[in-house]
């Protein structure tokens, strides 16, 4: 009996997709970059249909792409070119299964959707702090197997940190039950770690039990308008000293990354003009923190360190403030894409690495437009470069390779990652996007 006969009798006629209108949304990433065709795509309802299909695929030597929101911008959740294989995607194991109140955990399925987490807690008066511009369509599964971070990582850490027990199917479809739901667990090595940024590679996620955090009872949200990157982290220490751990949120953009979002978003509007711009939040259990956010900002708009600001006076005005901010890849996509780059590097050498990056396209790509954006409070910076107005993306296609490892010199030169928040920049090189030799599936899947 063939593969596809195997898997429909095991999971079901409704859980295999062949045709290639069917598959099509499966096998094109994000950016539309990428897009290689696949045996079929598997829809697994449980943990054992996963195991399952991980069994044939072994059984049969066809290789496995595990998939999750495909909302990566690295084509790491697609198929490769080359090979046989499937995707496996998480979509229908979309269910929360506990919610402890008393112990401030949620156990879900790893096709749950990153806001549906965030929801749920919000329901139950908790915080899930992970937070994703693409947080609709992103799944648990893929955030954890990407590690990802997101504009929260100054007070509450990357996806690791709120990860407390794992289920994994192995290459050998082998189900491995780390699901606790303890703070402080010393009985040996801490396995679960091995699954929570190793993007598919040693395993298939199929659940998890997440951490909750106390929900915050107000907000303190303004758009800082500054000179310089240097100006935007001189902004962000202030605020640090100042307000403490009340600082949960402190995002750093350009002028052209703003002016992009904004083409993206015809309603919205910027309440200024600045070169460059900090939209920072506070956030209080019990106590007003917007008093605090504007004791640290008066002495800044006294400086050249401000050039202006806005506080957001209502939770209207804080969702436009905090649109604009997650509008910013969108517009970039829509305005025809970029060579993207996901660095980080120690806090005080951001402006120097970013001046360094300047200085590069400059010299080497005079034509290429930059587009900068990040979080001040972990080092994080979106480094993406532009193709020349009226040129495409495919126009620079020899380019890239010489550009992308430009920006990752540049990057390692000031200690720092080519690989920051997301799923390795390097998944987008061939070399890189190979197919584990050891395993049945894609080595920069899920």
């Known amino acids: 009996m063939d593969l596809i006969a195997q898997l429909r009798t095991e999971l079901g006629d409704n859980a295999i997709l062949t045709q290639a209108a069917d598959k099509a949304p499966y096998e094109i990433d994000w950016r539309h970059l990428h897009n290689h065709p696949s045996i079929c795509v598997v829809l697994p309802k449980t943990t054992g249909h996963v195991a399952t299909a991980v069994k044939l695929c072994a059984a049969h030597g066809v290789k496995i792409v595990p998939q999750g929101g495909n909302t990566g ?53 908790r915080l899930f702090p992970v937070s994703l511009a693409a947080e609709g369509t992103a799944q648990i599964g893929g955030v954890i197997s990407t590690n990802a971070g997101g504009i929260q990582v100054l007070s509450y850490g990357m996806m690791r940190a709120q990860v407390l027990g794992l289920e994994v199917v192995l290459a050998d479809g082998q189900i491995w039950n780390g699901m606790r739901a303890l703070r402080k667990d010393n009985t040996g090595f801490d396995l679960k770690q091995l699954f929570i940024g190793g993007e598919g590679m040693l395993g298939i996620i199929t659940a998890a ?75 209080g259990h019990g106590e007003a923190v917007e008093d605090k956010l504007l004791t640290s900002l008066e002495p800044l708009m006294e400086t050249a360190a401000v050039l202006d600001a806005v506080v957001a006076k209502s939770e209207t005005e804080r969702k436009h403030l905090w649109a604009l901010r997650e509008a910013l890849s969108d517009g970039e996509l829509a305005a025809g894409g970029a060579v993207k780059h996901d660095i980080s ?102």
């Open 73 to 125: 911008l690295v084509a790491g959740a697609v198929p490769v070119e080359g090979p046989q294989q499937i995707v496996l995607s998480l979509n229908r194991m979309n269910q929360i299964l506990d919610l402890d109140t008393v112990n401030d955990t949620i156990t879900v399925q790893a096709g749950v959707t990153l806001q549906a987490v965030q929801e749920a807690a919000a329901a139950a008066s």
């Open 209 to 283: 039990t997440l951490r909750l955090q106390p929900a915050a009872t107000s907000h303190a949200t303004a758009l800082i308008g500054v000179a310089s990157l240097q100006s935007a982290l001189d902004v962000f220490k202030k605020l640090q000293v100042d307000a403490g751990p009340s600082l949960t949120a402190c995002e750093y953009f350009s002028h052209d990354a703003m002016a992009l979002g904004l083409a993206h978003l015809p309603d919205a509007r910027s309440p200024f003009e600045s070169p460059s711009y900090v939209l920072a939040e506070l956030s």
């Open 345 to 446: 590097v120690p806090i005080g050498d951001m402006p120097p690495t970013v001046a360094a990056i300047e200085t590069m396209i400059a010299g080497k790509f005079p034509s290429l437009r930059l587009n900068i954006f990040g979080h001040l409070g972990d080092g994080n910076l979106h480094i993406n470069i532009r193709p020349p107005a009226g040129k495409s993306l495919t126009d620079i296609e020899t380019e890239k390779a010489a550009i992308t490892a430009a920006v990752e010199a540049i990057a390692v030169e000031h200690q720092g990652s080519f690989s920051a928040n997301t799923a390795s920049a390097r998944c987008e090189s061939p070399a890189w996007r190979r197919i584990n030799p050891r395993s049945n599936w894609s080595s920069c899947a899920n």
